[in-house]
């Protein structure tokens, strides 16, 4: 069955219980995202998007409004909505193969040995990661985490693709080479893809469409940006493109002006019990 949009959010709300009463992170958020769109979600810290993220993927619960995948409503977490954090979340003690092996047991139930050796190891080629398929997570750098918990997703073969701040704790050579082996896997397998980011040049990069959010509480979409840019795209070429100077300057003209933040983000960091985040919004200019 084919739909029209593969996965819809409508007029989504949630509010969180707290000691002083409801917290409403989210209101009226409406999204129509077709089979194979990569969208990124943009919005200053604690605006929302990881609120978004985790309802798609059936971590959160909307208290207004709800998901539809597939026609499917969405309420808790499943393999066709994999999830990628920043910091990896392999498990220690297993080799990269073995991570992606138990992914792979876990949701292929029925293949055979052959089958799924097959399997594993074509999801770990994806991501360029044949070579250390027997080393520790503590044994290779965080680019190579990364690379292997992506591998873990993808074998997972999700209708959607998940992926919060992926790259946020790599440095900019490593990010690059990630960006470019997202590109490079979306191209061939053609997952919808939602990912979180700070930065707007891998905003402008990657995606098909920007989802723009306002700065909580009650936060929702500001605007969406859809990308034009061929692909597959390069960013040498895309560094003096007109069009894609464009895009990013309509980003950071809705992040900076449209979305001034002027309030201080450090009581939003001590709510939420996640690490590692960077603070501010990065750019082209400040990147590490
Ligand atoms: N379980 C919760 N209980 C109460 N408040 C929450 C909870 N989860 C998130 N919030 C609040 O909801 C708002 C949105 O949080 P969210 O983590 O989605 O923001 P974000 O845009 O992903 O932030 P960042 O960019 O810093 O990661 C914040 O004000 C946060 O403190």
């Given amino acids: 069955m084919t ?7 409508t007029q989504v709300g949630i509010d969180f219980p707290t000691p002083k009463g409801p917290f409403t992170a989210l209101t009226d958020v409406n999204l129509r995202i077709q ?4 969208i990124s979600l943009i ?3 604690g605006c929302g998007k990881s609120t978004v993220l985790n309802l798609v993927a059936g971590l959160n619960q909307a208290t207004t409004g709800g998901v539809i995948l597939e026609g499917q409503e969405v309420n808790e977490p499943g393999p066709e909505r994999a999830v990628v954090f920043q910091n990896h979340s392999l498990l220690p003690w297993l080799s990269a193969y073995k991570n992606v092996e138990l992914a792979v047991k876990q949701t292929r139930s029925g293949r055979s040995k052959k089958e799924i050796k097959d399997w594993v190891e074509h999801n770990l080629e994806l991501v360029h990661m044949t070579h250390a398929a027997d080393k520790l997570p503590s044994e290779i750098s965080g680019g190579m985490k990364q690379r292997v918990g992506i591998a873990r997703a993808l074998a997972m073969q999700p209708k959607v693709l998940l992926m919060d701040e992926p790259f946020g704790a790599l440095d900019a050579l490593t990010r ?3 960006q470019d082996s997202v590109m490079e896997i979306h191209s061939k397998l053609g997952n919808t893809v939602i990912m979180i980011t700070h930065d707007v040049d891998e905003a402008v990069l990657l995606s098909d469409r920007i989802v723009m959010m306002t700065n909580g509480p009650a936060a929702t979409i500001g605007e969406i940006l859809p990308i034009e840019l061929q692909r597959p795209r390069n960013r040498i070429e895309l560094a ?18 449209k979305q001034r933040k002027v309030e201080s983000v450090d009581s939003h960091r001590k709510n939420k019990q996640k690490n590692a985040s960077p603070v501010t919004l990065k750019t082209g200019s400040d990147k590490e």
């Fill in 3 to 9: 739909f029209k949009h593969q996965l819809e959010l």
């Fill in 35 to 38: 089979k194979g769109e990569f």
């Fill in 43 to 45: 919005g200053h810290s």
């Fill in 176 to 178: 690059a080479h990630l």
């Fill in 240 to 257: 003096d493109d007109a069009k894609y100077n464009h895009y990013r300057h309509e980003v950071l003209k809705f992040l900076y002006e």
